[in-house]
């Protein structure tokens, strides 16, 4: 009797346990910043990028970055149509407005010509989202940033471990944000991380971060500006610095997975699975199967088949333009068309290989069966 396929489960090992169990017992009045402040510094170190701010999640990352670079109201911030709803969130309650652009058949992520179509004198940051792990066309958008003068910012929540030419995805924009959430490769339970190598744009998000109170201020209970609350504890950060001994492991893993996919599914035509263009790491974050729209096969079939075997089915993103508080916009026509024949596959740490065979085949069957019936 084989058991049900979770799409995603942490891998927690004694490590990480052991130092939130030191947390618990001894991170408190003295060393209650102890593992918050390592887990930044060793985050910052392995990204590769000045300075990290360990935060509540990745939406609130993305909202104090944004309010450091003074987007408000009449001001326009470019993401791609294809997103979750944490990276148009902050601009909203910033009173910006969000600028959906379509994205590439091929990465899944912001078309950047499509990007720059849309680029107007209210312009204020256009926001790259590294999609399932895969990377955007950074050298098209930070050459379209210098040429503009418009920020590029990374919500990199699902790129952990992608990289590009070596550089890791988070720490080539102005600024960059990640997420530790439960279903995310690293995760502390829920959390997030601010990164940023601009001296004045940390010091501002590092202000806003503590309620506006300007660090190294001797005055007390002083806020300068009116700031936020997003900070992470003590405990999720031990947690963190665990799991981040463990990044290359937990990074390995997930692009083991996805090779794995790649394998069982590479005599299926017309099936594709998260690129890894030349010069690029995936971190694979979630392994994800896109049907070319001649194999008639509709999200529908395979939520039914996945299901049918007793497989977590999780659906590729709606765009974010076709949600109830956003007006329709199916003109980004592969952001609308892509998730209707699409699906996100299973891959957990401890995923057996005989798991990665049932979900693959069960992958295959729908497509052989949809060829028979043609
Ligand atoms: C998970 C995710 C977020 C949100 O992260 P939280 O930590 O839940 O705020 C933001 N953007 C993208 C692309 C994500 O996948």
């Given at each position: 009797?084989?058991?049900?396929?979770?799409?995603?489960?942490?891998?927690i090992?004694?490590?990480?346990?052991?130092?939130?169990?030191?947390?618990?017992?001894?991170?408190?009045?003295?060393?209650?910043?102890?593992?918050?402040?390592?887990f930044?510094?060793?985050?910052?170190?392995?990204?590769?990028?000045?300075?990290?701010?360990?935060?509540?999640?990745?939406?609130?990352a993305?909202?104090m970055?944004?309010?450091?670079?003074?987007?408000g109201?009449?001001?326009?911030?470019?993401?791609?149509?294809?997103?979750?709803i944490?990276?148009?969130?902050?601009?909203r309650?910033?009173?910006?407005?969000?600028?959906?652009?379509?994205v590439?058949?091929?990465?899944?992520?912001?078309?950047?010509?499509?990007?720059?179509r849309?680029?107007?004198?209210?312009?204020?940051?256009?926001?790259?989202?590294?999609i399932?792990?895969?990377?955007?066309?950074?050298?098209?958008?930070?050459?379209?940033?210098?040429?503009?003068?418009?920020?590029?910012?990374?919500?990199?929540?699902?790129?952990?471990?992608?990289q590009?030419?070596?550089?890791?995805?988070?720490?080539?924009?102005l600024?960059g944000?990640f997420?530790?959430?439960?279903?995310?490769?690293?995760?502390?339970g829920?959390?997030?991380?601010?990164?940023t190598?601009?001296?004045?744009?940390?010091?501002?998000?590092?202000?806003?971060?503590?309620?506006?109170?300007?660090a190294?201020?001797?005055r007390?209970?002083?806020?300068?500006?009116?700031?936020?609350?997003?900070?992470?504890s003590?405990?999720?950060?031990?947690?963190?610095c665990?799991?981040?001994?463990?990044?290359?492991?937990?990074?390995?893993?997930?692009?083991?997975i996805?090779?794995?996919?790649r394998?069982?599914?590479?005599?299926?035509?017309?099936?594709?699975l998260?690129?890894?263009?030349?010069?690029?790491?995936n971190?694979?974050?979630?392994?994800?199967?896109?049907?070319?729209a001649?194999?008639?096969i509709?999200?529908?079939?395979?939520?039914?088949?996945?299901?049918?075997?007793?497989?977590?089915?999780r659906?590729?993103?709606?765009?974010?333009?076709?949600?109830?508080?956003?007006?329709?916009?199916?003109?980004?026509?592969?952001?609308?068309?892509?998730?209707?024949?699409?699906?996100?596959?299973?891959?957990?740490?401890?995923?057996?290989?005989?798991?990665?065979?049932?979900?693959a085949?069960?992958?295959i069957?729908?497509v052989?069966?949809?060829?028979?019936?043609?």
């Amino acid at each position: 009797m084989s058991s049900r396929i979770f799409y995603t489960k942490p891998s927690i090992t004694g490590l990480e346990q052991g130092y939130a169990a030191d947390a618990v017992a001894n991170g408190w009045g003295a060393r209650c910043y102890e593992y918050i402040v390592r887990f930044e510094r060793d985050y910052a170190a392995w990204l590769g990028s000045e300075h990290a701010i360990a935060t509540s999640s990745c939406t609130g990352a993305l909202h104090m970055g944004l309010a450091a670079l003074g987007i408000g109201v009449g001001d326009e911030v470019i993401l791609a149509d294809t997103n979750w709803i944490a990276t148009v969130a902050p601009i909203r309650h910033l009173g910006a407005t969000p600028v959906f652009v379509d994205v590439s058949p091929d990465s899944w992520c912001i078309d950047v010509a499509d990007a720059e179509r849309h680029i107007t004198p209210r312009t204020r940051a256009i926001i790259a989202t590294h999609i399932y792990g895969n990377l955007c066309d950074m050298d098209a958008l930070l050459d379209l940033g210098r040429r503009t003068g418009v920020p590029i910012i990374e919500d990199a929540a699902e790129a952990i471990g992608t990289q590009w030419q070596g550089r890791r995805a988070g720490s080539m924009g102005l600024f960059g944000t990640f997420s530790f959430h439960g279903t995310k490769t690293l995760t502390t339970g829920e959390g997030g991380m601010f990164v940023t190598s601009d001296p004045v744009l940390f010091r501002t998000v590092q202000t806003l971060s503590n309620h506006g109170r300007v660090a190294g201020d001797t005055r007390q209970f002083w806020p300068e500006v009116l700031g936020f609350k997003y900070k992470m504890s003590n405990v999720q950060a031990a947690i963190g610095c665990g799991q981040l001994e463990r990044i290359d492991e937990l990074v390995a893993r997930k692009r083991a997975i996805l090779a794995g996919y790649r394998q069982r599914l590479s005599g299926l035509k017309g099936v594709r699975l998260n690129p890894e263009p030349v010069g690029t790491v995936n971190g694979a974050w979630m392994p994800t199967a896109v049907c070319d729209a001649a194999l008639g096969i509709t999200r529908e079939q395979l939520l039914a088949a996945f299901e049918a075997a007793d497989i977590d089915a999780r659906v590729f993103f709606h765009p974010l333009s076709s949600l109830p508080m956003f007006e329709d916009q199916p003109s980004n026509v592969n952001a609308w068309h892509i998730p209707t024949r699409a699906i996100n596959l299973p891959s957990y740490h401890d995923m057996e290989e005989a798991d990665i065979d049932r979900v693959a085949n069960t992958l295959i069957q729908v497509v052989r069966g949809t060829e028979e019936g043609l």
